[in-house]
Structures are given as structure tokens and as C-alpha cells.
């Protein structure tokens, strides 16, 4: 069986409303999936938003529990991490760098084997190889600041956005956002390993 963990900031709004739309879909269509839902800076314990738990009772789904943080267990639990935004998986990274190969936003896994993934991994390779440049005191050339420029412009936000605060229709159009996603990779998640 497939362990999914998806990752926001709190673990109180997008996250848990993931974590209930990807478990009614993978029971509807199926697919056996083991879902969690966890946070970078989550507070454990912490109630659901009431506007998410609004959100997932107007589409007749069960909030998940109470927030839970991050940690390595369920790092280690996960056989696919998803996050909500590039920052969370560049957060996950540098606290377990070992989940470097299971870990990804949302958008981005569900864009496996699009083309738009090689521009991504070039990019990713450029900002490397710049970090590693600017240790040196080395400076990038006027081709590889150019190639990044065009890159950057080329690829898609990875982001879903944080309702967090906002009102009741904001929560509901992430909520859609996040199903649009998911239906599309729920078949990926249980063929994947």
C-alpha cells in the first residue's frame, strides 16, 4: 500500500482538506492509499480551521483530527510526501535531505513526465551549481544568468495558496484547486512507489 503524506505550514487548512479529499477519492476509485497530513510549523493539537472544516462538510467529507507537526516518523512512514508550496518541500529538505527522492509539491508530482519537469530539473541544476559558484566567490556567466531568466518566465507556479485567515469562498477555491490536482495523480499515487 501507497503512504501519502501531504505537507502545508499549520496543518490546519490546506493539508487536512487534502488529506479528506484524496482519501474520499482513492475510496471511491479503489485505490488502496494510507493519507496522513502534517505541518512545518505546526502546533500539535491545534484544531482544523472552521472555515476548512466548513469546506470538506459542504462536500460531505470528515475532517481530518487535530494539526499534527512534521516529524521524522512520518517522514520515514511516507512512501510519497506532497506539499502545498515549494517552501515546504525546501523545508522538509533541509531538515531530511533523505527524502529528497519521495518529496515533492503537489503541482509538480502531479506534472511528472510533462516536459515542463526537464525545464524544472535544469533549473534546479543551474541553482545548484550557483550556490556552489557563490562558495567559491565565482559569479554566474551572462549565458547561465540568461538561461535561469528563461526558465524562471517558462515555469509554472508550484504554489497553492494559503486561505488562512481568509473567507469561507477563498477556503472553497483552494479546496477545488486541490481536488483539480488530485484528481489527476490519484492513479499515479497507487501505481507509484
Given amino acids: 500500500?501507497?503512504?501519502?503524506?501531504?505537507?502545508?505550514?499549520?496543518?490546519?487548512?490546506?493539508s487536512p482538506m487534502a488529506e479528506a479529499i484524496l482519501k474520499d477519492?482513492?475510496?471511491?476509485?479503489?485505490?488502496?492509499?494510507?493519507i496522513r497530513s502534517a505541518g512545518v510549523a505546526a502546533s500539535n493539537g491545534m484544531p482544523?480551521?472552521?472555515n476548512a472544516a466548513e469546506t470538506?462538510?459542504?462536500?460531505?467529507?470528515?475532517?481530518?483530527?487535530?494539526?499534527?507537526?512534521?516529524?521524522?516518523?512520518?517522514?520515514l512512514w511516507a512512501n510519497v510526501i506532497l506539499t502545498m508550496?515549494?517552501?515546504?518541500?525546501?523545508?522538509?529538505?533541509?531538515r531530511y535531505p533523505e527524502a529528497l527522492s519521495k518529496t515533492y509539491t503537489l503541482k509538480e508530482y502531479a506534472l511528472r513526465g510533462d516536459p515542463v519537469m526537464d525545464d524544472v530539473a535544469e533549473i534546479e541544476r543551474?541553482?545548484?551549481?550557483?550556490?556552489?559558484?557563490?562558495?567559491l566567490g565565482q559569479s554566474l556567466t551572462d549565458g547561465e544568468r540568461s538561461r535561469l531568466l528563461e526558465l524562471e518566465r517558462r515555469i509554472p507556479n508550484f504554489d497553492i495558496a494559503d486561505p488562512f485567515g481568509g473567507p469561507l469562498p477563498l477556503y472553497e477555491q483552494c479546496a477545488d484547486e486541490i481536488?483539480?490536482?488530485l484528481l489527476t495523480l490519484v492513479d499515479k499515487l497507487d501505481s507509484d512507489t
Fill in 1 to 14: 500500500m501507497n503512504r501519502v503524506l501531504i505537507v502545508c505550514t499549520g496543518n490546519t487548512c490546506r
Fill in 25 to 34: 477519492l482513492a475510496e471511491r476509485s479503489g485505490k488502496r492509499l494510507d
Fill in 48 to 50: 482544523i480551521s472552521p
Fill in 56 to 75: 470538506l462538510r459542504r462536500r460531505k467529507l470528515t475532517p481530518p483530527g487535530p494539526a499534527a507537526m512534521l516529524n521524522a516518523e512520518e517522514v
Fill in 85 to 94: 508550496t515549494a517552501g515546504h518541500k525546501r523545508a522538509i529538505l533541509e
Fill in 126 to 135: 543551474l541553482y545548484s551549481e550557483w550556490q556552489v559558484k557563490q562558495a
Fill in 179 to 181: 481536488e483539480d490536482i
